[in-house]
């Protein structure tokens, strides 16, 4: 597989832990860590089953792979996520030192990079957006026309 079959294939996973927020009533954002193509950490939003503001799911990810790993430095590990991290996701995914990051759709509204000028992630780290985008946003726009 090429680069882009792997990320697609780590990102319909990622899709699937996505799935499993939105039929808990989560806002359905799903994430995968991985490290030398095996995924090593996976997550789904939990804010309101934990009743916490910080359960997102590349936190649940970013969590499950340091403890996979047993330490909290991933630095040879990419992560998946369904939607563009949150100002709070990209600061725990700078410190976790993750080197690449891969995201499908957009967030006009809270997405790191509208909030913020300069990069929160590790000065090495690489950033690919639109990986499956339009299912990833597809998913988000279904959950929120239902809620109204």
Same mark, same amino acid.
């Given at each position: 597989?090429?680069?882009?079959?792997?990320?697609?294939?780590?990102?319909?996973?990622?899709?699937?832990?996505?799935?499993?927020? !939105?039929?808990?009533?989560?806002?359905?954002?799903?994430?995968? +860590?991985?490290?030398?193509?095996?995924?090593?950490?996976?997550?789904?939003?939990?804010?309101?089953?934990?009743?916490?503001?910080?359960?997102?799911?590349?936190?649940?990810?970013?969590?499950?792979?340091?403890?996979?790993?047993?330490?909290? !430095?991933?630095?040879?590990?990419?992560? !998946?996520?369904?939607?563009?991290?949150?100002?709070?996701?990209?600061?725990?995914?700078?410190?976790?030192?993750?080197?690449?990051?891969?995201?499908?759709?957009?967030?006009?509204?809270?997405? !790191?990079?509208?909030?913020?000028?300069?990069?929160?992630?590790?000065?090495?780290?690489?950033?690919?957006?639109? +990986?499956?985008?339009?299912?990833?946003?597809?998913?988000?726009?279904?959950?929120?026309?239902?809620?109204?």
């Amino acid at each position: 597989m090429n680069q882009e079959e792997i990320d697609i294939h780590f990102m319909r996973i990622a899709l699937d832990e996505a799935k499993k927020a !939105y039929e808990a009533d989560e806002v359905p954002i799903g994430a995968v +860590v991985t490290c030398g193509n095996r995924v090593i950490g996976r997550g789904h939003n939990l804010t309101e089953t934990l009743n916490d503001i910080t359960a997102h799911a590349e936190m649940q990810a970013i969590t499950a792979a340091a403890n996979t790993l047993g330490g909290k !430095y991933l630095q040879d590990c990419t992560l !998946y996520v369904t939607v563009e991290p949150c100002v709070m996701c990209a600061g725990a995914i700078g410190w976790s030192q993750i080197k690449r990051i891969v995201y499908g759709a957009f967030d006009q509204k809270r997405g !790191y990079s509208v909030i913020v000028d300069k990069t929160p992630f590790h000065p090495r780290a690489t950033v690919l957006s639109g +990986v499956l985008g339009e299912e990833c946003a597809m998913i988000m726009r279904d959950f929120f026309s239902r809620k109204r």
